[in-house]
């Protein structure tokens, strides 16, 4: 049954499990020529200059490296997830976020050999509480604009490109936990093997995991979380949900939110205020990497909140369909 009760419960739950864990944008590649657009389900951009939509065919991009995405315009499914993260996971006292979604800048998750090979034809875009979702997405996109991107541009200019990937590597390699208890409850011996061995490539060859050795060997990065997981049991994906704050939610992956944010590590051996330090490095090195693709997004959108809700369903029924092809 639908939920139909008002976020305010969730958002104080929420903002609470948020200054646990670090915070991810998954920012991933593929674009086109530049159109003002809304993002369908099955990879193909729609053009919303007056509200109606048309179908147009989207090429993926070369390869930017780890995360990186240049417009909304002519996103594929895939790089939906980075429309949605980058937008609306923002930092504050919670600087936190994990459902794969996630989430560190992670490198980019390559398509498994036995993944679907379409995405699901049709996204539900349950938003009952759009009118507060509105109000909170506009609150993150001034956080954004009056603290978030200031500190990311000085960010940018002390360190070099190879420094702030790196701190992205070695994050990501210690949510390594994550990744490996959700492949084991989706059943995937193999993807949870992949973890292990990526881990222990990465953090012996790769220096402490500041390098991504694993993807020389083959093993690319592939993200696995709760929210992704209850949705595989058929769990569905309840209204659709936005906290300052915190990255795009549903009802269920605000569930898989707080399981994730458990299974950091780095959680029980440092002090929160550590913790709280390092998440907000984490998301700062994110938007540094990614300064002029964020600003393409926004240049390149109508209605910036429908793009973003549709791409992050989009990317979150798609990551859920990879992974029971996965297993079968």
Not at 12 to 41: K, W
Not at 192 to 220: H, K, P, Q, Y
């Amino acid at each position: 049954m639908r939920m139909k009760a008002a976020p305010g419960a969730l958002l104080l739950i929420m903002v609470l499990i948020g200054c646990a864990a670090p915070a991810r944008f998954n920012i991933p590649t593929g674009t086109s020529e530049v159109v003002r657009t809304d993002v369908t389900a099955n990879g193909e951009a729609l053009a919303s200059a007056n509200g109606v939509r048309q179908a147009r065919t989207v090429s993926p991009g070369p390869d930017v490296g780890a995360r990186g995405f240049p417009t909304l315009a002519g996103l594929s499914d895939s790089s939906a997830a980075g429309v949605a993260d980058a937008t609306m996971a923002l930092p504050a006292m919670r600087l936190a976020g994990a459902n794969g979604l996630s989430v560190s800048a992670e490198a980019l998750q390559s398509t498994p050999e036995n993944a679907a090979e379409e995405t699901p034809e049709e996204v539900e875009e349950y938003d009952p509480w759009q009118r507060f979702n509105r109000k909170t997405f506009w609150f993150n996109r001034q956080v954004d604009r009056l603290v978030l991107k200031p500190v990311a541009t000085v960010w940018d200019k002390v360190f070099p490109d190879l420094v702030k990937q790196s701190f992205s590597h070695a994050l990501d390699n210690v949510a390594m936990p994550r990744r490996l208890v959700n492949n084991l409850l989706q059943g995937n011996g193999p993807g949870a093997g992949r973890e292990l061995a990526r881990f222990f490539i990465n953090t012996t060859m790769g220096v402490g995991g500041f390098f991504e050795a694993a993807s020389e060997v083959g093993l690319d990065p592939r993200d696995k979380d709760t929210g992704q997981t209850l949705g595989v049991y058929g769990v569905g994906p309840g209204p659709y949900l936005v906290l300052p704050f915190l990255p795009p939610l549903t009802v269920r992956d605000g569930i898989g939110f707080g399981f994730d944010a458990a299974l950091d590590p780095l959680l029980y051996v440092s002090p929160f205020a550590a913790s709280a330090g390092r998440s907000g490095g984490t998301i700062v090195n994110d938007r540094a990497l990614n300064l002029e693709r964020f600003e393409s997004v926004e240049e390149a959108t109508l209605d910036l909140y429908s793009a973003v809700r549709n791409a992050y369903l989009s990317r979150r029924q798609q990551a859920i369909a990879d992974a029971i092809a996965e297993t079968r």
